[in-house]
C-alpha cells in the first residue's frame, strides 16, 4: 500500500509539473492560455499513451508452447519501443497544436519545454525511486508461483472451478508422466494435470518496496549471490516468503511451519498454501526438515518459494555465505518488501 501511496504522489508531481511547464512554454510562444489548458493537454497527451500501449498489445501475438524458449521473449520488443516513444511522441505535438491552437513550430516548442520535466523524471527515477524506495520488477523463474508469476500456463482447479497455475518448462525431463502440478490461484489447492493452456502468460509485474522492514509472511526480494556465486551473479535476484525470523528455530512438517515447537498460523490469504518438506530433483539436504532444524542467528532469515515442489530456497541451499548459515538469508541481502502486484490489471493486489 506503502508503494501504491508513493506513486499516487509521484505522478500527481509529474502531472502539476508538466502543467506548469507547459503553460510557461505556451505563454513564451505568445499564447497566454490559461493553466487550465496546460492540464487538459497532459490529460489528453496521457490518453493517447494509454491507447498507443494499449494497441501495442493487441498487435502482440499469443506465445504458443512450442514456440518459446524459457528464456527468450518475443522478438521486435526493442523497435516496438521505440515506434511508440516516437508515435507518443508526434501525437503529443499535434494535441498541443490543438488545444492551444498555435502553429505547428509553435507547438513544438511548447511541447519540448513539457519535454523537460518528464526527460529529467528519467534519471530521479532510475537513480533515486528505484534503487532507494521502490522499484517495480518482473520474475522469470517459477518459484513463487501462483502468488507471483513467470512464465506460466494455466488450467481449472478440480476444487473450486477457479484459474491454477503452473511454470513454464522446457526441460523434457521435468515433464511428469502423470502432469504437471499446478497450484490455484483462489484456493492455493495443488492437483496434477496435462491439460494445460498452450498458451504461455506473461510474468507479472509488481513493486518492490524499499522503506519497509521485513516481517513474517512478507515476500521479500533479495540478491542471490549465494545461489550463483560465479558469473553475473550482482544482477541475479529472486523473491521469496519469509517464514522464519532472526534467533527461532523453523521446522516444515505436516504441510505447516513450526517454529520453535509451534506450529504457525499463515495469514488468511495464503491459508491454503501447503508448505513442502520434500523439493523434488534436489540432493536430500532439506535444511528445515525434522532430521535437520534450522536454527537461525541475529539477522537470519528462512525464506521459502510458494511452488514449493521444485523451488530454490533455505531448503536447499548449498553454498553458504561466510558468517551464516547455509539456510539463512542475511538481512543485508534483503533489497526490499513485496507489496502491490500491478499488472495485469486482472491480478492486481496489495500485499501489504
Same mark, same amino acid.
Given at each position: 500500500?506503502?508503494?501504491?501511496?508513493?506513486?499516487?504522489?509521484?505522478?500527481?508531481?509529474?502531472?502539476?509539473?508538466?502543467?506548469?511547464?507547459?503553460?510557461?512554454?505556451?505563454?513564451? !510562444?505568445?499564447?497566454?492560455?490559461?493553466?487550465?489548458?496546460?492540464?487538459?493537454?497532459?490529460?489528453?497527451?496521457?490518453?493517447?499513451?494509454?491507447? +498507443?500501449?494499449?494497441?501495442?498489445?493487441?498487435?502482440?501475438?499469443?506465445?504458443?508452447?512450442?514456440?518459446?524458449?524459457?528464456?527468450?521473449? /518475443?522478438?521486435?520488443?526493442?523497435?516496438?519501443?521505440?515506434?511508440?516513444?516516437?508515435?507518443?511522441?508526434?501525437?503529443?505535438?499535434?494535441?498541443?497544436?490543438?488545444?492551444? &491552437?498555435?502553429?505547428?513550430?509553435?507547438?513544438?516548442?511548447?511541447?519540448?519545454?513539457?519535454?523537460?520535466?518528464?526527460?529529467?523524471?528519467?534519471?530521479?527515477?532510475?537513480?533515486?525511486?528505484?534503487?532507494?524506495?521502490?522499484?517495480?520488477?518482473?520474475?522469470?523463474?517459477?518459484?513463487?508461483?501462483?502468488?507471483?508469476?513467470?512464465?506460466?500456463?494455466?488450467?481449472?482447479?478440480?476444487?473450486?472451478?477457479?484459474?491454477?497455475?503452473?511454470? @513454464?518448462?522446457?526441460?523434457?525431463?521435468?515433464?511428469?508422466?502423470?502432469?504437471?502440478?499446478?497450484?490455484?490461484?483462489?484456493?492455493?489447492? !495443488?492437483?496434477?494435470?496435462?491439460?494445460?493452456?498452450?498458451?504461455?502468460?506473461?510474468?507479472?509485474?509488481?513493486?518492490?518496496?524499499?522503506?519497509?522492514?521485513? &516481517?513474517? @509472511?512478507?515476500?521479500?526480494?533479495? &540478491?542471490?549471490?549465494?545461489?550463483?556465486?560465479?558469473?553475473?551473479?550482482?544482477?541475479? &535476484?529472486?523473491?521469496?516468503?519469509? +517464514?522464519?525470523?532472526?534467533?527461532?528455530?523453523?521446522?516444515?512438517?505436516?504441510?505447516? +511451519?513450526?517454529?520453535?515447537?509451534?506450529?504457525?498460523?499463515?495469514?488468511?490469504?495464503?491459508?491454503?498454501?501447503?508448505?513442502?518438506?520434500?523439493?523434488?530433483?534436489?540432493?536430500?539436504?532439506?535444511?528445515?526438515?525434522?532430521?535437520? /532444524?534450522?536454527?537461525?542467528?541475529?539477522?537470519?532469515?528462512?525464506?521459502?518459494?510458494?511452488?514449493?515442489?521444485?523451488?530454490?530456497?533455505?531448503?536447499?541451499?548449498?553454498?553458504?555465505?561466510?558468517?551464516?548459515?547455509?539456510?539463512?538469508?542475511?538481512?543485508?541481502?534483503?533489497?526490499?518488501?513485496?507489496?502491490?502486484?500491478?499488472?495485469?490489471? !486482472?491480478?492486481?493486489?496489495?500485499?501489504?
Amino acid at each position: 500500500m506503502l508503494s501504491l501511496a508513493i506513486l499516487s504522489a509521484s505522478v500527481l508531481a509529474l502531472f502539476l509539473t508538466l502543467c506548469l511547464f507547459l503553460w510557461l512554454g505556451a505563454r513564451w !510562444a505568445g499564447s497566454p492560455r490559461s493553466f487550465k489548458r496546460a492540464a487538459l493537454t497532459v490529460i489528453v497527451v496521457g490518453l493517447v499513451l494509454a491507447g +498507443v500501449l494499449f494497441a501495442s498489445r493487441l498487435v502482440e501475438r499469443p506465445i504458443h508452447v512450442f514456440a518459446l524458449d524459457h528464456l527468450s521473449y /518475443p522478438a521486435g520488443g526493442t523497435l516496438l519501443a521505440v515506434l511508440q516513444i516516437v508515435a507518443t511522441g508526434i501525437l503529443s505535438w499535434f494535441v498541443v497544436k490543438l488545444v492551444f &491552437r498555435i502553429s505547428i513550430a509553435g507547438a513544438f516548442f511548447v511541447w519540448l519545454a513539457a519535454l523537460l520535466p518528464a526527460v529529467a523524471a528519467i534519471p530521479i527515477t532510475l537513480f533515486v525511486l528505484w534503487p532507494l524506495v521502490c522499484e517495480p520488477v518482473s520474475l522469470r523463474s517459477g518459484s513463487m508461483c501462483p502468488t507471483l508469476l513467470g512464465r506460466s500456463q494455466s488450467a481449472v482447479c478440480p476444487h473450486c472451478g477457479q484459474v491454477a497455475y503452473t511454470p @513454464w518448462i522446457t526441460e523434457i525431463h521435468l515433464f511428469e508422466a502423470d502432469g504437471r502440478l499446478c497450484t490455484c490461484s483462489q484456493c492455493l489447492q !495443488a492437483h496434477r494435470t496435462k491439460n494445460l493452456s498452450e498458451e504461455i502468460g506473461w510474468p507479472d509485474r509488481f513493486m518492490v518496496n524499499k522503506l519497509l522492514t521485513p &516481517r513474517r @509472511w512478507d515476500l521479500v526480494l533479495f &540478491r542471490a549471490t549465494h545461489i550463483h556465486p560465479s558469473g553475473n551473479a550482482p544482477t541475479i &535476484r529472486y523473491v521469496k516468503r519469509i +517464514v522464519g525470523l532472526p534467533g527461532e528455530e523453523v521446522v516444515i512438517r505436516e504441510g505447516s +511451519v513450526w517454529i520453535d515447537g509451534e506450529r504457525l498460523t499463515p495469514p488468511a490469504d495464503i491459508a491454503g498454501l501447503v508448505f513442502r518438506d520434500k523439493v523434488e530433483d534436489r540432493s536430500p539436504i532439506l535444511w528445515g526438515s525434522a532430521d535437520k /532444524p534450522a536454527k537461525l542467528g541475529d539477522e537470519e532469515y528462512f525464506v521459502l518459494g510458494d511452488y514449493g515442489y521444485r523451488s530454490t530456497d533455505s531448503r536447499v541451499w548449498e553454498n553458504q555465505i561466510e558468517g551464516y548459515a547455509p539456510f539463512a538469508l542475511p538481512a543485508s541481502y534483503i533489497e526490499g518488501v513485496v507489496d502491490l502486484r500491478f499488472a495485469p490489471l !486482472a491480478r492486481w493486489h496489495v500485499f501489504r
